[in-house]
């Protein structure tokens, strides 16, 4: 009905049934969003399926209004590999410069460059709470695990 959407990473495999709590057990992140975020992850489905084909899935109307649920600020960025990293970056800038209170951060693959480094301890030192989960130990990239 177009007033839920899912994001994240779902692994289906005997891999993902653990917990992460060795290297033979794997971790995701997957959320259910609700509210005018749907709409954003719509788009950028839409987006990302037009660069792939030139016709689209079908003809329905897949935004329709729909009320906030909750208090959360939810923010979609699409991703694209025809984009590039510039429009991440620019946003991710933004948002941390902006942090007042709390940045909760959550990747597979946290290998940040010395400018987003600079960028959290900023954050910290202006008194904003910084959390960061990781996969931890077993991560299937040692670029990652190095960071």
């Known amino acids: 009905d177009e007033s839920i959407a899912f994001t994240g990473g779902v692994g289906i495999a005997e891999e993902w049934c653990g917990d992460a709590r060795n290297e033979h057990?794997?971790?995701?992140t997957h959320v259910q969003v609700r509210g005018p975020a749907?709409?954003?992850?719509?788009?950028?489905?839409?987006q990302n399926w037009?660069?792939?084909?030139?016709?689209?899935?079908?003809?329905?109307?897949?935004?329709v209004a729909s009320d906030r649920h909750g208090d959360a600020?939810?923010?979609?960025?699409?991703?694209?590999?025809s984009f590039g990293w510039q429009d991440m970056q620019t946003l991710m800038r933004v948002v941390l410069e902006s942090a007042e209170e709390r940045i909760r951060l959550t990747t597979a693959y946290f290998a940040p460059d010395d400018y987003f480094t600079g960028l959290l301890c900023a954050a910290a030192r202006r008194g904003v709470e910084v959390e960061i989960l990781l996969p931890g130990p077993h991560t299937d990239?040692?670029?990652?695990q190095l960071a």
């Open 50 to 63: 037009a660069e792939c084909q030139e016709e689209l899935f079908d003809d329905r109307d897949r935004f």
């Open 73 to 81: 600020v939810v923010q979609v960025v699409r991703g694209s590999s």
């Open 25 to 28: 057990e794997w971790r995701d």
């Open 141 to 144: 990239k040692r670029v990652c």
């Open 38 to 46: 749907v709409d954003g992850l719509a788009a950028a489905f839409a």
